[in-house]
């Protein structure tokens, strides 16, 4: 594994971070609790020393099981967590409707003490603002009460979290530029690379480390499937339009090269695409199992992409994958999902 320094904080993160969504929300495929913990457990030792979690996955579970997993190691961990969902008052939740935010300082320090709590430790690494939306990213009593929790000691820094329906380029845009935040997350794939390739400039300009999530494009950049699949009822994968999966995988054939008699797979070879720009400092991949854990750790320890593939890569990303001339009519990018 090797390390990068997040941006502006004082974070130094696995190249390859672990994203507890997918084991504690069961929006991903159903993992059960002890299997997830030792999933976790088995990635410190791979490695991953970035945990990406939520106070709401789970309805807190995703910080209760870092408890559970790590115990003793709290300083070999790099704990990043979010807040922005009031989940105490509306626990009622029809499928992936999104809950009611809540942005206020009282709020926003009332969760991070339960955070704190549910993490059993003193601070958090990384505190990110849960899909904010531009109104909470202006209020400046909110990003007053973060520079006072940092005072404090309660957490070390603080960054956005941005989901794509919710909040997404003119939010991530204005949160570098007018905050300054040192973190931000965002969705970045091969087959979903905007709006994120937009921020790339001005996160350099502005020290600003970025977290890609979803390096995979819902397991499209894998072997784990070759055709589209049916993915069951509640899982995040199925609210993916049939339309953006069938094209996802014509793509998917224009990029096979990066696996065929390379020395990696698709998948790793999906992360080193992430890890390709400078400003991104660990990539969060969905792991639910050990195979997928041990494949996704050693991305970094196989053949780096070549300056002559990411030249094609580039070619296919401008001309939108050549869909045009292969008869099909390319639809506009659908970026990504929601997180949770």
């Not at 969902?85 to 626990?91: R, V």
């Not at 339960?114 to 690494?125: A, G, K, M």
């Not at 890609?212 to 609210?239: C, I, N, W």
Request: charged share 25%; glycine share 8%; with cysteine.
């Amino acid at each position: 594994m090797k390390y990068r320094k997040l941006g502006a904080t004082r974070l130094m993160v696995s190249e390859v971070g672990f994203g507890v969504w997918t084991v504690s929300t069961g929006w991903w495929g159903t993992v059960d609790e002890s299997t997830g913990v030792r999933l976790l457990q088995e990635a410190l030792g791979h490695g991953i020393t970035l945990f990406d979690t939520a106070d709401t996955y789970g309805e807190g579970l995703g910080e209760t099981m870092l408890a559970k997993a790590f115990p003793k190691r709290r300083h070999d961990l790099v704990i990043a967590t979010k807040v922005g969902y009031d989940f105490y008052t509306f626990q009622e939740r029809e499928g992936h409707r999104e809950r009611p935010q809540d942005f206020t300082p009282a709020f926003v320090r009332y969760a991070c003490e339960q955070s704190l709590r549910r993490l059993r430790t003193e601070y958090i690494d990384l505190y990110q603002l849960h899909n904010p939306k531009m109104d909470a990213l202006e209020r400046d009593d909110l990003f007053a009460l973060l520079d006072q929790l940092v005072r404090e000691g309660k957490i070390r820094s603080f960054g956005v979290a941005l989901g794509p329906d919710i909040g997404w380029k003119d939010e991530g845009l204005f949160a570098m530029a007018q905050r300054r935040v040192p973190a931000m997350q965002v969705i970045y794939s091969l087959l979903e690379p905007e709006p994120a390739r937009a921020f790339f400039p001005q996160a350099e300009k502005h020290n600003t480390g970025l977290l890609a999530r979803v390096p995979h494009a819902s397991e499209v950049l894998t072997d784990k499937f070759s055709q589209v699949p049916a993915f069951p009822q509640g899982d995040h994968r199925a609210l993916r339009r049939a339309q953006w999966l069938r094209q996802a995988f014509e793509k998917r054939q224009r990029l096979l090269f990066l696996a065929q008699g390379t020395g990696r797979t698709l998948a790793q070879a999906a992360i080193q695409f992430c890890l390709a720009q400078p400003t991104i400092g660990s990539v969060l991949p969905n792991i639910t199992s050990r195979e997928e854990l041990l494949e996704y750790s050693r991305a970094n320890e196989v053949p780096d992409l070549t300056p002559g593939e990411l030249v094609r890569i580039d070619e296919l990303l401008q001309h939108g994958f050549f869909q045009e001339q292969a008869g099909g009519r390319p639809a506009p990018e659908e970026a990504g999902s929601p997180a949770p």
